[in-house]
């Protein structure tokens, strides 16, 4: 059976509104972030990963954020590779966050 890799935004607001703890990561540039972020999410631009990781949680469950869901996804691939096995790509991103409010 395959791992999940995948969330929807409506799944991740319904396991927030549970008050599951998860560690959300915003990897949009600083100018996307400044139109706004999920509460909580900590800002950690995409080409800042590889030198960050240790502000990263290997444990945590980890839902990754951007504007589309496409730079989240290489993002969760990348964390994959070294050993992150707890991250999930944010379907449709901030595009589809900000449609379900």
Do not use: F
């Not at 999940?4 to 100018?31: A, C, F, P, S, W």
């Not at 993002?75 to 070294?82: A, D, G, I, K, T």
Request: aromatic fraction near 4%; hydrophobic fraction near 30%; charged fraction near 30%.
């Amino acid at each position: 059976m395959s791992k999940q890799t995948q969330i929807t935004t409506d799944e991740l607001r319904e396991r927030m509104n549970t008050g599951e703890k998860l560690q959300l990561i915003d990897v949009r540039e600083h100018e996307e972030v400044v139109q706004g972020m999920i509460d909580g999410a900590r800002h950690i631009p995409m080409g800042e990963i590889p030198g960050r990781l240790d502000e990263i949680d290997p444990d945590a469950p980890t839902v990754l954020i951007c504007r589309s869901g496409y730079r989240s996804e290489r993002v969760r691939e990348y964390l994959s590779q070294h050993g992150y096995d707890n991250c999930l790509n944010m379907e449709g991103g901030m595009i589809d966050w900000v449609e379900g409010e």
